[in-house]
C-alpha cells in the first residue's frame, strides 16, 4: 500500500508557472511507475504526464508538451509536475498516481493505477 499527498496547487496568471509535488508513502518510491492526471469542472479526467520507476522515460500529453515537465526524486519519494506558460485551459484538479506495473502504455490510455492521491486544485485565470 502507498499513500500519495499532492501540494503545489494554487492560482496562477495566464503565462504563469507551479511546481506540483507529490510525496509517496508506505512503501519505496522506487518500485512504481508514476503520472499525473487532471479533471476539470465537468469533464473527463484525463492523463497529463507519467514517468517510469527509474524516471528515464517519460510520456506528456499533447496539450501539455514543451510546457510540463514531469520529473522524480526516488531518494525523496517524491514526484514533481514543472508546470509553465499555463493557460486558462489548464485549470482542473490535478492528481497523483502510481503503480507497480512496468507497461507505461496500458497505464497511460487506460489510467488504471492502483493508487490515487486526492488532488490539488490549479486555478490559471486570463
Known amino acids: 500500500q502507498v499513500q500519495l499527498v499532492e501540494s503545489g496547487g494554487g492560482l496562477v496568471q495566464a503565462g504563469g508557472s507551479l511546481r506540483l509535488s507529490c510525496a509517496a508513502s508506505?512503501?519505496?518510491?522506487?518500485?512504481?511507475?508514476m503520472g499525473w492526471f487532471r479533471q476539470a469542472p465537468g469533464k473527463e479526467r484525463k492523463f497529463v504526464a507519467a514517468?517510469?520507476?527509474?524516471?528515464?522515460?517519460?510520456f506528456y500529453a499533447d496539450s501539455v508538451k514543451g510546457r510540463f515537465t514531469i520529473s522524480r526524486d526516488n531518494t525523496k519519494n517524491t514526484m514533481y509536475l514543472q508546470m509553465n506558460s499555463l493557460k486558462p485551459e489548464d485549470t482542473a484538479v490535478y492528481y497523483c498516481?502510481?503503480?507497480?506495473?512496468?507497461?507505461?502504455?496500458?497505464?497511460?490510455?487506460?489510467?488504471?493505477?492502483?493508487?490515487w492521491g486526492q488532488g490539488t486544485q490549479v486555478t490559471v485565470s486570463s
Open positions: 498516481t502510481a503503480d507497480t506495473s512496468r507497461d507505461m502504455v496500458v497505464l497511460i490510455t487506460t489510467g488504471e493505477y492502483a493508487y
Open positions: 514517468i517510469s520507476q527509474s524516471g528515464s522515460s517519460t
Open positions: 508506505g512503501r519505496t518510491l522506487s518500485s512504481y511507475a
